[in-house]
């Protein structure tokens, strides 16, 4: 079976999307072909609200990531999901991208699972600024580290190498003085469960299941793929390389995501 048959037999999807999809956008994936990290594991949860030289660290780097990441635009593949949206195919689309690419390209019906790396919140008061804004603040405080560049990793982070961090500095919450963090789930930290349940009731509501980019292997997406087998759903996935969902696939297409969707402009859509 080929995708475009699938996703003509299958009228209503449950999307799923990952890394995979933010790639050709100038955004690294966490993950190689065999699933396995590419490089250093990102900040975890509770460093980060426990050690002022975690957070340090985070923004330092998230400073010089920003410049990149906050300007990255969405690909073929997000323009792809985009046109299977407006007509009417997609039940709801799930991502674990913080990127907010998809929104970029016009889809509406999106779930940001892990959050979105454009606004920032007080873990205190919940004050809620946009990461525009405190990468003004970070700069005006932190003038120096300006002249640095890095790739930048997934999350926004970027990959300084190892540097000393010690005399960063981090504002706190204007209103409160509490510890800002992204409005992203790091690892280590549980998906918001009203996200988890608002989207599960759509993967009963789907005819299948379609994943794009993700290898599964963080358990907050693979849930849903598990959810869509227990419901008799069949599951399609696009990704190069192996995924943690393999044997429950009814279609394996490995290829880049743009080359997997590429029909969707090539041939159009039924009706
Ligand atoms: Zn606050």
């Known amino acids: 079976m080929r995708l475009q048959d699938f996703i003509q037999h299958h009228r209503r999807l449950f999307v799923l999307t990952g890394a995979g999809c933010s790639t050709e956008s100038g955004i690294p994936d966490y993950r190689d072909a065999d699933g396995s990290w590419k490089r250093a594991q990102p900040v975890m949860f509770k460093a980060f609200m426990t050690e002022t030289q975690t957070r340090q660290r985070y923004w330092a780097r998230s400073l010089i990531g920003w410049r990149h990441f906050g300007h990255a635009r969405p690909n073929a593949t997000h323009h792809a999901l985009a046109r299977l949206e407006k007509h009417g195919q997609i039940e709801r689309l799930v991502t674990q991208n913080v990127d907010r690419l998809h929104q970029a390209a016009g889809s509406t019906d999106v779930i940001d699972l892990h959050g979105r790396l454009d606004i920032v919140l007080c873990m205190t008061c919940d004050a809620r600024i946009t990461r525009e804004d405190l990468q003004k603040e970070l700069l ?48 280590g930290e549980s998906v918001p469960r009203d996200r988890v349940d608002t989207a599960m009731l759509h993967v009963g509501q789907a005819d299948a299941m379609l994943v794009v980019g993700s290898s599964l292997m963080v358990y907050s997406g693979y ?36 080359a997997a969707l590429e029909f969707i402009w090539r041939a159009g859509l039924p009706r």
Do not use: M, Y
């Open 140 to 187: 005006r405080l932190n003038p120096e580290w300006e002249q640095f560049d890095a790739h930048s990793a997934p999350d926004g982070d970027a990959d300084l190498g190892i540097r000393d961090f010690s005399t960063f500095e981090v504002p706190p919450c204007e209103r409160c003085g509490g510890i800002l963090k992204p409005d992203v789930v790091f690892f």
């Open 223 to 258: 849930r849903f793929v598990e959810a869509a087998a227990r419901h008799g759903k069949p599951i399609a996935a696009v990704n190069l390389g192996r995924t943690r969902a393999d044997e429950l696939l009814t279609l394996k297409v490995e290829q880049s995501c743009a």
